[in-house]
């Protein structure tokens, strides 16, 4: 299967693009663990990438719709080789609601790495415009639906705002998945994935990637940063992410369902003073995901207990199919008291729970919560 644009996602990622091994004509390609290639192949060096790679690599530009992609040995991996890319003195706006991790790494000393980094609100496109300073800011960065509130975000707009700047628009779409929402389409340059998340699925694999709109001159530099830095995803996990992409889109789907069905469920429950997801009619990024994500709102969802901190908190440890773990996109359900594991200078409020919600039966997993806040 070459032309990837006569079919759709579903068959792509059923079909791992449907590549075939030369030698053997096995359907399932063969893990490369060869850290080095005979002079004059296709490749030289397992840290510049390596067989494996190329084929999930292939299949998400595809999915993606971009010019190319790259992994790398985790989202972190990816999300830094994207403002590493950058010139020493270069201005980048993130939002202040993100992935916790990513955060901290850039507002701790982000001269440390020649950058000045402004957070803006997310999804304040007022705001953005102030901080935006043409000429000077190269890198907007959006996360869409935000940690751990689910704010939205409106990709085109953003777009538009940053490339009049003269600023590139980079997409943390690990919680939207390429399933859910195509940012490259919406104007985005570069998306990123925690493939850790949904891509893999099976919470066996730590792996990062970055998918490109045009092969440029930046994208060549974060190319380099991914072989000088060593970042390069390993090839077995290479090829279990390949088998995680191929039940992608059933898996996505599953999840949205039942995060959809938990947040109605519990909307108005009074032991629960809020419930944040994207898909309810009243989050106030309800209109714009409706327009940027299509066949759901995603797997992830915050409730705020009505009950305070304390009450979240055994509500967490009361469940007996939601684990109490971090991480999220498997296709298990996770619950976690996430201002307990982000530490004392965590914005988020303390009587929020996240829940990553798996593939399940949804009545299930709804007994198993309503359980949990009864006690
Ligand atoms: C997990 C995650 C990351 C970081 O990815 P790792 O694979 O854990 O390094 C970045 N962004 C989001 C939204 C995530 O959920």
Redesign the pocket.
């Known amino acids: 299967m070459t032309e990837t644009g006569k079919y759709k996602p579903a068959t792509l990622m059923a079909q791992g693009l449907g590549w075939v091994d030369g030698g053997t004509g096995a359907v399932t390609t063969p893990v490369h663990p060869s850290t080095t290639f005979e002079h004059g192949s296709d490749f030289t060096y397992q840290r510049y990438g390596g067989p494996g790679h190329a084929q999930p690599e292939a299949l998400l530009a595809a999915l993606e719709g971009g010019a190319a992609a790259r992994l790398f040995a ?6 830094t080789a994207v403002f590493l890319a950058l010139e020493p003195g270069d201005h980048v706006i993130a939002p202040e609601v ?2 916790w ?2 955060r901290k790494w850039l507002v701790e000393s982000p001269e440390r790495r020649g950058l000045e980094v402004s957070l803006v609100p997310n999804g304040d496109m007022d705001a953005l415009r102030a901080a935006l300073r043409p000429g000077k800011t190269r890198m907007v960065w959006v ?1 869409t639906p ?2 751990p509130l689910w704010s939205i975000t409106d990709i085109a707009e953003t777009a538009a705002a940053a490339h009049e700047a003269g600023a590139l628009l980079g997409i ?1 779409s ?2 939207q998945t390429p399933v859910l929402t195509r940012p490259l389409e919406l104007g985005a340059d570069i998306v ?1 994935h ?4 949904y891509l893999n699925g099976h919470s066996d694999v ?3 990637a970055l998918i490109t709109a045009r092969d440029d001159d930046f994208w060549a530099r974060v190319d380099m940063v991914r072989r000088e830095n060593g970042a390069v995803l390993g090839a077995f996990e290479a090829w279990l992410l390949l088998r995680g992409l191929r039940t992608l889109a059933l898996r996505v789907r599953a999840a949205s369902a039942n995060a959809l069905a938990i947040a109605e469920h519990f909307h108005g429950h009074p032991k629960v003073a809020q419930v944040l997801y994207p898909g309810l009619p009243t989050h106030p990024g309800h209109e714009i995901a409706g327009r940027q994500m299509t066949g759901g709102f995603g797997g992830m969802l915050s409730l705020r207990v009505a009950g305070g901190e304390d009450a979240a908190i055994q509500v967490a440890a009361g469940t007996t199919l939601f684990k109490q773990a971090t ?3 498997g296709v298990e359900s996770l619950i976690e008291h996430r201002a307990g594991s982000e530490g004392p200078s965590s914005p988020t409020p303390r009587d929020l729970l996240r829940l990553s919600v798996g593939i399940e039966d949804a009545g299930d997993l709804v007994s198993d919560l309503e359980a949990a806040l009864e006690n």
């Open positions: 985790s989202g972190m991996a990816a999300a993100m992935y991790a990513l996360e935000a940690n943390d690990t919680v990123m925690s493939a850790s998340k730590l792996g990062g991480s999220l996109g």
